[in-house]
């Protein structure tokens, strides 16, 4: 079942809530921006008056940012009069018009320069928080950090699943970094000897402290460390990202 609709007995129902937004577009070269839109909400919405569909369409062009590019040619990606930004976005913008519930995007940011790549994961966030559910397929580690909950990585096969937090949690642990002035081996000792403290590992002046919670931990390092004359300059925790995971899941399979 998807959103209570059987997905055998119910498939013309389906694929109303279900949206699909490819790597490579779907628009049609010939036509401006507007008529893109245009069409695609006649097509969809054929019982609707002309006055609703110019309605949703200047709606859609003004959520989209995409007002000032209405009367340009869509064109191709070598002859283009759009940038790859506003191409992508008409694309996400040309699926959204039938609200979907459920939307499919494949490599979203792909091509993009920095800049259009960032507006358009602020588009995916914004309708991540307005509830709608994602599937976002890429090769971008760095979009699925910052847009997903859930992350499934696959190699042929699903090796693992999890939010970022938990897949880094499960291969690395929780780590704290102790910065201190200097590191003298009955420091290291004493904080090898703490019950929830599983390794502790020197670099340079850094004491890099595997344990299980730092919450309830760190604050008994840093005064046992204190009390030994220790001075610390700062505490951090080591975040392990998305590759870090990834690499390690591809090694192990």
């Known amino acids: ?14 694929r109303g809530i279900v949206g699909y937004v490819p790597q490579d577009d779907l628009l049609v070269e010939d036509l401006t921006v507007f008529e893109n839109l245009y069409f695609g909400v006649k097509f969809c919405f054929s019982t609707w008056s002309e006055e609703d569909i110019r309605k949703l369409v200047k709606q859609t062009l003004i959520d989209f940012d995409l007002t000032e590019a209405r009367d340009l040619k869509v064109g191709n990606p070598i ?21 979907p519930a459920i939307l499919f995007v494949d490599e979203p940011t792909s091509g993009l320069d920095p ?70 081996d009955s420091m290291v000792e004493a904080i090898s000897s703490i019950l929830e403290v599983h390794e502790v ?44 995971v990834y690499l390690k899941l591809i090694e192990e399979s």
């Open 115 to 184: 800049q259009a790549a960032l507006t358009v994961r602020s588009y995916l966030l914004d309708l991540k928080r307005e509830g709608r559910t994602i599937f976002l397929n890429t090769h971008n580690l760095a979009d699925a950090e910052k847009l997903c909950d859930t992350i499934g990585v696959l190699k042929g096969r699903l090796l693992d699943i999890g939010s970022p937090q938990e897949l880094a949690k499960k291969f690395y642990g929780r780590t704290t970094v102790l910065h201190l002035s200097s590191v003298e």
């Open 79 to 99: 002859n283009k009069f759009i940038s790859g930004g506003q191409r992508k976005r008409l694309n996400i913008a040309m699926e959204l018009i039938r609200e």
């Open 1 to 14: 079942y998807i959103n209570g609709y059987d997905i055998y007995a119910d498939k013309e129902l389906l």
């Open 201 to 244: 590992r020197v670099m340079g002046n850094r004491m890099l402290v595997d344990l299980d919670h730092p919450e309830s931990t760190n604050p008994l390092m840093v005064s046992t460390l204190v009390s030994m004359g220790a001075e610390v300059e700062f505490v951090n925790e080591l975040k392990h990202g998305l590759e870090d």
